[in-house]
């Protein structure tokens, strides 16, 4: 682990890290090889400093650089955390909780969830959202194969039972959870673009690959006559949704 000092010098405004206006001023950055410094010129002066962790590959460490910035105008003290929500995933100090809002019932499977994403250290939590369970899925237009997954909306996600982290900083996580009683929806949501894509798939996730930005997941299928039966098969994408390959071969069930 490395330390990135950025000192920078100008007239402008900095929020939850990052700069909002372009200015005139140094930067300097240290490392593990020494100091580089670019100057240019400012007509005021200011000088902000923020510590950066970076990781062996040089990518800024989100369990220290993030934490609840992308949230920081709705982030409240973690007292507010409903007692009932369930830790689910953790990725440095942040957590992922989910709660049951309204629990599914026979007649209403889907139910109502909310998701929350929690920084310890700092005592700070927000809501990420509360799922819709009006809302339809998106398998019309993922028909084909090697299909991408399809934008939504946040206020359309209809099912969150889970939830995991996609990315090492936190910004990007996974939902899912069965809101019909027969198939798991699956949605990647980047929590920094506020942006959402259901998955094609139909079973659910079956790993997450965080060095690679990969996940599996696995969806049903039918064999066509003589054959008949269902069967099982696992396809890879990225975090973002893109279909990268068939992982498995299908598999009778």
Known sequence: ??????????????????????????????????????????????EININVKTNEEGEADGTEAMGLALYEAEAMDISELPE?????DRQ???VLYVNIEQAPTEDEPA???????????AGKVCKILTTNPTAGSLWDQM?????????????LI????????ASKDGSKIIVEGCPDARNTWTYTIDTKKRTVK????????????????????????????PDY?????????????????????????
């Not at 920078?8 to 929020?15: H, N, R, S, V, Y």
């Not at 028909?143 to 206020?155: F, G, I, L, R, Y």
């Open 143 to 155: 028909k084909e194969k090697d299909s991408n997954a399809a934008p939504t909306e946040m206020h």
């Open 229 to 253: 039966g269902r069967y099982s098969v696992t396809n890879a994408y990225t975090i973002d949704g893109k279909f990268l390959r068939q992982a498995s071969e299908p598999q009778p069930e």
């Open 158 to 165: 209809a099912t969150a039972e889970k939830a995991f982290f």
């Open 84 to 88: 009932t929500a369930k830790k689910q």
């Open 111 to 121: 139910g109502i969830y909310s998701v929350w994403m929690a920084d310890e250290k």
């Open 1 to 46: 682990m490395r330390k990135t000092i950025f000192t920078l010098i100008a007239g402008t405004a900095l929020t939850a890290g990052l700069l909002l206006a372009s200015c005139h001023g140094k930067v300097t950055i240290s490392g593990d090889n020494g100091t580089d410094t670019l100057e240019f010129n400012t007509d005021s002066i200011r």
């Open 92 to 94: 440095g100090k942040l």
């Open 198 to 225: 259901q998955f094609p798939s139909t079973e659910g996730v079956q790993s997450i690959d965080l060095e690679k930005g990969e996940v599996i997941l696995t969806s049903y299928g039918y064999y066509p006559a």
